[in-house]
């Protein structure tokens, strides 16, 4: 596609031609501009919902343009059809922070450490002479109270020593070293060396048959086959399913958004989200050595996860009837890169859907689940993220964030330690979070809802409770974005009910979905502590705030060396009425990561997610005319028959 038929469309490669254009004609090029966050700047409800098919399609692209040369950062929106800028700030670091890790910061981290002096000493004191063994990572820098990192680009490097030539240099940390790189002076302002001479040196190559051992034979192979196709149906990025319709989306930073889903409820389509996306995650480490203690990384808005999509394939990433998109991205100079089957779909049995015996007859019906699958998987340094989403043919949605690949590493001073596993010999591998914010712009059956947290309630006995045996649940209405700053409560199985305010089903009440968290811990730092004012999403499971068009990014649009506060606690700040208007539901959910000897040398998928389930959404059942033999009747006459 080259030109946008529909509003939502991602942004496309003669768009991104066109802004390039439109800001070098106000003097914005140059050899010393970078572009990030290159993305669509979404319509506002008003002008999506009059737009019509056929008419003028409305595009706005938002850029964050750095001049490296200038030292400076501003945020900018260009109406792409009139060729024009529309928005215009020049950010101030000290306060704004800084746009993402560049490309060649990766390059450029590497050469200003191993030039430094005093690094080439540190790794001299260590035994090695010879820097091309060495591999820098560029780690985002965060903000620590340093005055002399105030207005310059860092950036924090951790060494590693590339000891087999291979992809397994995470097996060698260098420990005890970081090196504190201006990225704008191309300098190191400060090396912190701790002294640890030893670098564990049991190799980490998961592809080496000494490590892994032969391949088993004993596989068979396991194929799914669709002999009629798939059962979705995607055109011009709008895909149906099984009564649900949604449009895909795709942009650099978030990856993949999903838009306008909604379900064919007997031939009303009927909206549940504007749009879902996952916002920004963040990986706070546990290990308070000064090596370490600064470790936290925005994948999204520092690293632009989107752009680090990788390119799936058919067969190892995915099996069955799959149906791939490509995405189209904006690199550091403004060109779009086009990831080839970035994002994946597919169709999969989800075993029992639903299931009876009648025990006076002996009659027995069966009906299977079945969910679509909507995903793509990132890789951002040694983690590898996967974010599938899934719909159930029952109306359920449910987000599951796969994190595998290679834990970060340091050398483990031995003996009982509180802050890093021993993961092999000399090895550790520090304590951390991973923490996802999902942005869930709400629409059941329209724009205005509202939300009520539930807590099941036990009972005193009592005149009305004679026995003891009664207990119901608590209904709680958050009424404006102060009091919907909540935590998860497994104890009480708290839920979020996300209900209509306009909308009733056939027994009067607000047709609604409910947000089931995973109830896992929120952001373990202390407080004072600076990630917990530049994370401060991820110390609350819950924030509901009034949809905003621009209010988009959890830990704020710029969370490079941003010193904290943006984001949801900017944006709740006012305290808006959330109680029957336009609301977007925020979700913060994660992992707490305390590594296991089976998470090296390369990680088992670990998962972390959410459901959201229909809770008098629908009048009844809504898979009761699911056929109980789409798959033919391959064992035996009857399903529940025996053979
Ligand atoms: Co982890």
Known sequence: ??????????????????????????????????????????????????????????????????????????????????????????????????????????????????????????????????????????????????????GRRMIRVLSFLDQEGTHAMFAHPIEGVVAHVDLTERRVLRLVDTGYPSIPAESGDYLDPAIAGAPRTDMKPLRITQPEGASFTIRDHVLDWQNWRLRIGFNGREGLTLHDIAFNDRGRMRPILNRASISEMVVPYGEPQPTHDWQNYFDAGEYQFGRLANSLVLGCDCLGKIHYLDATVVDDFCQPVIIRNAICIHEEDYGTLWKHTDFMTGQGTVRRQRRLVISFFVTVGNYDYGFYWYLYLDGRIELECKATGIVFTSGHPGGAYDYATLMAPGLGAPIHQHMFSARLDVAIDGDRCHVDELDVARLPIGPENPLGNAFTRHV????????????????????????????????????????????????????????????????????????????????????????????????????????????????????????????????????????????GFFDRNPTLDVPEDPNGREHSSRCCAPD
């Not at 002008?47 to 030292?71: C, Y």
């Not at 068009?549 to 808006?576: F, K, V």
């Open 1 to 150: 596609m080259t030109q946008p038929i529909h509003p939502l469309d991602p942004i496309t490669a003669p768009e991104i031609a066109v802004l390039k254009t439109t800001l070098a004609e106000a003097g914005i090029e140059g050899p010393q501009i970078r572009y990030s966050y290159v993305m669509l700047r979404e319509p506002d409800r008003a002008t999506l919902r009059a737009w019509t098919q056929g008419a003028p399609v409305p595009r706005e692209i938002g850029v964050l343009v750095t001049d490296k040369a200038a030292n400076t950062a501003r945020e900018m929106v260009v109406d792409i059809p009139a060729r024009r800028i529309v928005h215009d700030r020049m950010l101030d670091p000290a306060t704004d922070g800084w746009g993402p890790i560049l490309d060649e910061d990766y390059v450029a981290a590497e050469e200003i450490a191993k030039a430094d002096p005093d690094y080439r000493a540190a790794m001299e004191r260590r035994g090695i002479t010879d820097l091309e063994r060495v591999r820098c990572a560029p780690l985002s820098a965060g903000v620590f109270g340093h005055a002399d990192e105030v």
């Open 476 to 615: 709680t209405r958050l009424r404006t974005e102060a009091e919907a700053q909540r935590d998860a409560d497994n104890a009480v199985g708290r839920v979020w009910r996300i209900a209509s305010s306009e909308a009733r089903n056939r027994v009067g009440e607000p047709t609604a979905y409910v947000l089931m968290p995973e109830g896992q811990p929120g952001l373990l730092a202390a407080e004072g502590a600076s990630i917990r004012k530049r994370a401060a999403f991820a110390t609350r499971h819950l924030w509901v705030t009034r949809h905003d068009r621009d209010q988009m990014w959890a830990a704020g649009y710029t969370p490079n060396q941003h010193p904290g506060g943006a984001g949801l606690p900017s944006y709740a700040a006012a305290d808006r009425d959330i109680d029957g208007q336009d609301i977007v539901v925020w979700h913060s959910f994660g992992l707490t990561h305390f590594p296991r000897p089976e998470d090296w040398p390369v990680m088992p998928v670990d998962y972390a997610g959410f459901k959201l389930r229909p809770e």
